[in-house]
């Protein structure tokens, strides 16, 4: 599962004698402007982005975005989407290879505070600051998106109960507001990065945050 959307996915070789750009494939020139978007969204002043800079960047007409996106909000929404995909395959993959509960929900922490950190405009679409001034429907979508992650990390917790030491004590209300907990630490620690116009990394000293988080 790739982590990142990264420009060197793009073939935007020129042909030789003509130092022309080749012809975006099926899907190619639809992948590239949301490459294109994301980067954009990693500006530090976090600006609002449009059609019109999105288009220049791209080096096509605005018309063309339209192409392949019906809406701004389309384009958005392709953004949540390749989140989604991207944050619960991983999760998918970390529950396969760790039996213990405490352990799962470690994994799923540290891969959230990662990927952030590699996608600092993901990280803005994340956080919806990236979508204030958008369709509210995407705002909805990525709460959406949240709410599983949360729902993840409080079934964790769960299996992390049938496994014995203090975790078995709780009750599933408390299952719960350690979810919550967890999940909002989460939160606080992509805010941090977003203020520091993602300077504050949010991995730093995770391992000891997680430890604490995480003790019996």
Known sequence: MRESLEPADINDSNADAGNTRNRPKPGERRLQILQ???????NPKGERV???????????SEAALY?????????????????????FGLINQINQQEESG????????????????????????????AL???????????????????????????????QGGNWAQ????????????????VLGRWHRFARSGFKKLPTE????SLRLLLSE
């Not at 449009?50 to 096509?60: G, N």
């Not at 384009?75 to 995909?85: D, N, T």
């Not at 209300?173 to 630490?185: D, G, T």
């Open 67 to 87: 192409r392949h996106f019906t809406s701004k909000a389309q384009m958005f929404e392709g953004l949540i989407s390749f989140i989604e995909q991207t944050v």
């Open 36 to 42: 294109v978007l994301a980067e954009m969204l990693q």
């Open 102 to 129: 405490l352990a799962q929900a470690r994994g799923i922490l540290q891969m959230l505070l990662f990927v952030a950190e590699k996608n600092p405009g993901m990280t803005r679409v994340l956080l919806g600051d």
């Open 50 to 60: 449009t059609t019109a800079a999105l288009a220049a960047q791209i080096q096509v």
């Open 170 to 185: 709780l009750g599933p209300e408390e299952v719960s507001i350690r979810a919550a907990m967890l999940m909002s630490f």
């Open 132 to 162: 204030l001034q958008e369709d509210d429907h995407l705002q909805e979508r990525i709460t959406q998106v949240l709410d599983r992650v949360e729902a993840s990390l409080k079934q964790a917790l769960r299996i992390a109960q049938t």
């Open 205 to 208: 000293a995770s391992d000891v």
